[in-house]
């Protein structure tokens, strides 16, 4: 694998600062990596390539990725899957015709689940099964495998999501290009990725120069929890889409609101979102630096 950006393949970059391990990637962890940002389309990634095999992936993506969440949360997540299932609704200006479905990096099911409820045909694709045995039922077809190595068919899908999915991904442009392969023409793919130039990683790099912690990465978190190898802003994430021939029909930049809430009291979650990113939510929403960017994109050539 060439060391060069993912997406555009410049080779020209920047440090960000080493990236933070935990205990499970510590154990594959055998070089002097670095996160860097391309001067090119900014994207943020990790160098030298990660070079993990599929079951070390899946160690890192067991089932403990999915803990530290109260029903709050569940709910608000709950909520805004729906909402985002009624946008998709009306842009694809349904019929009353049966949505064919597929979640990419489908996790424990929750869309699916909803898929499902609509009565849409549900498709899920993951590296791990992690789904809720409610999601395990036969009304929902499951594939256990890497999504470049299936042999899902092409042009079939009127809906995609692929939420918090793309940031986990070595190979970014094959990876999406791939996703529209799979959709129908006039169907449409929601991504979902976070802002890395969001405010609170502002405020991060702020108290990792305070608390000596320097050369320490504020971006992408590639060996702890939540595993991102790539990250985007703004204009890396535009120069994406282009790059992978999809037209951005919609686009946001939100963040949760009163976040650390949605955590349970003893979780390291509510501490850190009630110290650092609660204090930062309203005015990373008026810089439009907020945590989190989605889009809906359909092909270019529809």
């Not at 898929?115 to 694709?125: D, F, L, Q, S, V």
């Amino acid at each position: 694998m060439n060391d060069c950006c993912p997406v555009c393949k410049s080779t020209q970059r920047s440090v960000i600062g080493s990236p933070k391990t935990n205990s499970i990637s510590a154990k594959f962890v055998n070089e002097d990596y670095k996160v860097v940002q391309c001067s090119n389309c900014q994207l943020y990634y990790i160098t030298p390539p990660i070079s993990f095999d599929n079951k070390q992936w899946a160690e890192l993506y067991n089932s403990e990725y999915f803990s530290d969440q109260s029903n709050l949360l569940i709910k608000r997540r709950k909520k805004e899957l729906s909402e985002r299932f009624d946008v998709t609704q009306k842009l694809l200006k349904n019929n009353g015709i049966k949505i064919k479905y597929l979640d990419v990096g489908a996790g424990e099911g929750k869309g699916l689940l909803e898929a499902n409820r609509r009565g849409w045909e549900p498709t899920g694709i993951d590296i791990v099964d992690n789904r809720l045995q409610e999601a395990k039922n036969p009304g929902i077809k499951f594939i256990k495998s890497n999504l470049l190595d299936s042999n899902l068919q092409e042009n079939y899908f009127d809906f995609i999501y692929v939420d918090s999915v793309v940031e986990h991904v070595l190979n970014p442009v094959d990876y999406l290009t791939k996703i529209k392969s799979l959709l129908r023409p006039g169907g449409l793919i929601y991504v979902g990725v976070p802002n890395e130039d969001c405010l609170f990683n502002s405020v991060r790099k702020l108290i990792f120069k305070l608390t000596g912690k320097r050369n320490e990465s504020e971006k992408i978190k590639p060996f702890d929890i939540p595993y991102h190898v790539i990250g985007f802003n703004d204009h890396s994430l535009k120069y994406f889409f282009d790059k992978t021939g999809l037209v951005v029909l919609k686009k946001r930049n939100f963040g949760r609101k009163f976040d650390f809430l949605s955590y349970p009291v003893a979780s390291k979650s509510f501490w850190i979102s009630l110290f650092f990113l609660f204090p930062v939510e309203y005015p990373g929403q008026l810089l439009n630096k907020d945590i989190y960017f989605e889009a809906y994109l359909t092909k270019k050539d529809h």
